[in-house]
């Protein structure tokens, strides 16, 4: 499984997107180091907020399986420029991928940017940021 091969995958489960009231298809795909996949798409609610995008879906559905090896992940939208992740899924993600991890967001033209997880949050917070407490 390829780089593009993993875009094509994400594209494809874009189109289960449940988005009623963004209009706005989003499909994801992660690669274990395993070599399996698991895909998401973006699941809207009419209570707006509780909204979860795909690329959360994707690496929850992996972790719920018992698996945490992550190797790459791939994020496509139908946008002019690559699908830029939002900050809370730059949080979850930065929570179970490696600084070197790479994530690739592309558009349905394969336009494609792929960036590192520290490239996409820097300056992340991490469960050892609260064993640096000081003060009390
Ligand atoms: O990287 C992104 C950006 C947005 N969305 C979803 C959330 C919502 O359903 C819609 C509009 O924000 O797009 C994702 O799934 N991933
Ligand atoms: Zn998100």
Known sequence: MNKSQLIELA???RNSAYTPYSK??????????SGKIYTGCNIENAAY????????????KAISE????????AVVADTDRPVPPCGSCRQVLSEFLHADTFIHT???EHDVKTVTMEELLPFSFHASDMNRTKND
């Open 11 to 13: 594209s494809s489960v």
């Open 24 to 33: 706005f298809k989003v499909g994801a795909a992660v690669l274990m180091k």
């Open 49 to 60: 907020p509780v909204t979860i995008c795909a690329e959360r879906v994707a690496i929850f």
């Open 66 to 73: 018992g698996e945490y090896d992550f190797d790459q992940l």
């Open 106 to 108: 592309s558009n349905l």
